[in-house]
């Protein structure tokens, strides 16, 4: 429990060191706040945005929302997904990313640990974005569509995706990605709002709307879901000359991706 408090307190310092929030003015750990950071293992790698910090409006009301939103997204209910995941998987990754991958919903590996993309899709994903320079470790923050496992890994559906969609929007405005990169149709669909398959939307950029005035748009790339790629070896290069696009496009823009 201890040890619990810690990741809590600590976790609660990020969050008020990342909105410039004084530590006295965030109230002591609760016990459904540290309830809530048990069921977000995530969080425990220290390289997670913490949810509140995304939801939360604006600096002022975050103070109030902190540990509200962390039970919120921990206990939220807003489509029937709740009743059989075992793990909310917010996403992870680091704040202010070049690139920012959003793929469809936890898998069973993702339920389990809470974290996004860790089984053997997730592996894949990892290589192939070290193969142009990114990680969730350096450069990256990875999310789904939907933040909760539809069982039997089928494929969310319209109602579940609206539910959960405002968290995405809220992440992707609090996190300002320079690039999103959509993994898979369903991710591909939405962001890119399409009813078009995976082939005709990837392969070019396009604009993601964050619907805030004065804010840019993002540009906005779609590859193959890792999970079709390892069914169907042919499409790894395709998949590849994705990277290569959206690899460019991070040099025209004059970001610095470092060495590979
Ligand atoms: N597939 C996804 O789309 N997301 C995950 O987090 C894992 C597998």
């Not at 709740?82 to 793929?103: A, D, F, Q, S, Y």
């Not at 369903?186 to 964050?210: H, K, M, P």
Request: proline share 5%; with cysteine; glycine share 8%.
């Amino acid at each position: 429990m201890q040890e619990i408090e810690k990741t809590l307190a600590d976790f609660i310092n990020i969050c008020a060191a990342s909105l410039g929030i004084a530590e006295e003015m965030l109230a002591e750990p609760t016990v459904e706040g540290v309830a809530a950071v048990e069921s977000t293992a995530a969080m425990e790698s220290g390289a997670v945005l913490p949810l509140a910090y995304l939801i939360a409006e604006d600096a002022e009301v975050y103070a109030d929302t902190a540990h509200s939103a962390i039970s919120a997204i921990s206990a939220c209910t807003a489509c029937r997904l709740c009743e059989t995941r075992t793990l909310v998987v917010p996403g992870e990754g680091v704040e202010n990313p070049l690139v920012m991958i959003i793929g469809e919903g936890p898998g069973a590996d993702e339920d389990r640990t809470g974290r996004p993309f860790v089984g053997r899709a997730g592996q894949l994903l990892d290589k192939m974005i070290a193969s142009i320079g990114l990680s969730r470790e350096k450069n990256c923050f990875i999310a789904n569509v939907v933040k909760c496992r539809p069982p039997g890994n089928r494929n969310p559906s319209q109602d579940e995706i609206d539910a959960c969609f405002p968290y995405l929007q809220k992440q992707i405005v609090m996190l300002q990605p320079k690039i999103i990169l959509c993994a898979g149709k369903i991710s591909a669909q939405r962001l890119f709002d399409s009813s078009l398959g995976i082939n005709a939307i990837r392969g070019s950029f396009s604009e993601y709307d964050t619907g805030i005035d004065g804010s840019a748009a993002i540009p906005l790339l779609a590859t193959y879901h890792p999970s079709a790629v390892l069914r169907d070896e042919s499409l790894k290069r395709p998949a590849w000359e994705d990277l290569k696009l959206l690899r460019s496009k991070l040099e025209e823009m004059g970001l610095d991706i470092g060495l590979l």
